[in-house]
């Protein structure tokens, strides 16, 4: 910002330009005042107390923390799985859309747009009401173990099959962005004319294309899961985002810590996304 | 032979949304127009009165403040970015803001509760009332943080395509800055930017994680009350209520896309 403003007078002689150059300085001063007061108060709330001055026990705190453990690897589980099933389901999908079944494309779109539309606590809202009328439906019949053990605390399918409808949008875009720089149609088909089998296709022509796209996909799917709350919180289980909203009333400086770590989560991620693309492009 | 194959890929997938995301849908539809075991309009005429109107009111006005706001902020501190000279300012702030428009939920409200709560670091130096974080207008600012991020990620790629040469030949013909973006930049901008508000009125619209972890929010929003009425904080029974309550929503939801698709439709027309 300093640098911005420090080289005004340079061009303030030519009129018409300086003008503008005022006024980006003042939205780039508000926008930095907005956004980074909030950062720097929370890391200040973190690691400054009356009492106790500076100090950054809070970060330590964190990894002692009761719960801390158990719920971020619930979570992480619950993200590779997402990511596993989401994958499986959606590219084949695709595959066969581009391949064989191009009438299905506008279905695919619906499906993978709906979920954008519904606010995520309405789905839940189905789903719990969906479980507790299926338990109740199915209980002389064996399907009802089946919805018992899909809703087991200790690894909770139910939110893996919730999140792979709520990342199916996200999912789907990143794939088509990867599908639509190959012409699968012809990879494929040199690739069977030539003798290979419809796995070797698959894990030696068209995953190998598609690695950019997949890691996105995958990376996006891993933040969208560890930062879910809606959803977990409402069906009553206990992933990382619910755990830290549960420690918030008593901790709360170990909460906004969380916080802070959670953004830099974040931009790594994205960092992982961005540049899992760009290296495609190098090649 | 290969139509079948083509299926057989799709199935899947179709299937497990069938499952996943229609049955809870029916169910949602079916609880919502059942009540004590017989269809009734019973609940969704409940969940439209008292309590549960004010809250969808105050979902819709929060959304539609947080929408119009940040879309005119959003695109302001966008063609800050994109006239920008500095190419290290405008990659900072494009990667910021993919950052911040994915930093929603729990973290997000922990930080405003940091900054702005009632012991925190900065509504102590401004001597804050104790509570002005939980009202309307603080909820609008906590929004904001990821509202505005995203309206800049509409909007940039959508402020690249304005050639500077489009405005240089509208100055040669004599057309002032104003008359420049009401006939040529606006227009240009109008279905970029209608996008950019319908995303950022859904977001905030279905954000329920943020204001759940503000507690003490004294706003009403139709999210806190379908929560409250599934996990069964009121009188057992509500469910359906909560059900119509769900149904609400993605009437309004749909109310919006029904109002956006033929006005996207109608801004493109002759931009192709």
New interface residues.
Partial sequence: MA??TGLEPVTAPVRAPSR?RL??GA??LL?AA??L???G??L???IYTPTAGVSFAAYGELLTAEGFGSSLLLSMSLAVATIVLAL???L??M???R???PR?RP??EV?CT?????????????????L??GTDVLAPTPFWATLIAVQNPAFPVVLV??Y??LV?PFVYRSLDAGLRTMDVRTLVEAARNLGASWPHVLFRVIIPNLRSALASASFLTL?LVL????VA??L?YQPF?VW??TI??SK?QL??A???L??LL??LL?LAVSTAFSGKERK | MTRAKGWLGALPLLVFFALVFGIPAIALVAGAFTANGEPSLANVGQSLQGGYLTAMAGSVQLSAVVALAGAVLGTFLAQAVVTSRFALLREAVLTASGVLANFGGVPLAFFWIATLGNSGVISGLLGLPSGALYTFWGLVIVYLYFAIPLMVLVMAPALDGLRPQWREAAANNGATAWQFWRFVGLPVLTPAMLGGVVLLFGSAFAAFATANAMVGTVVPLVTLKIASALTGDVLIGYENIALALSLDMIVVAGLVMAIYLPLQKRSTRWLR
């Avoid at chain 1, 709906?114 to 969906?130: D, H, K, N, Y």
């Avoid at chain 1, 930062?227 to 809606?230: I, L, R």
Wanted: charged share 5%.
């Fill in positions: 640098a911005l503008p006024w980006r939205v780039f926008a907005y956004f007061i909030p950062l108060a929370s200040w709330y973190t499986l389901l959606t084949p999908a595959l066969a859309v391949l064989s079944a299905l279905v695919m499906v709906l979920p954008l539309v519904v606010p995520p606590i309405t789905f839940v809202a189905g789903l719990t009401t969906s507790r009328t099959l919730a792979v409808v199916l933040a930062g879910e709350f809606t919180r409402l009553g985002a830290i909203v918030s009333g709360g909460s906004v969380v916080s802070i959670s953004l974040i931009w994205l």
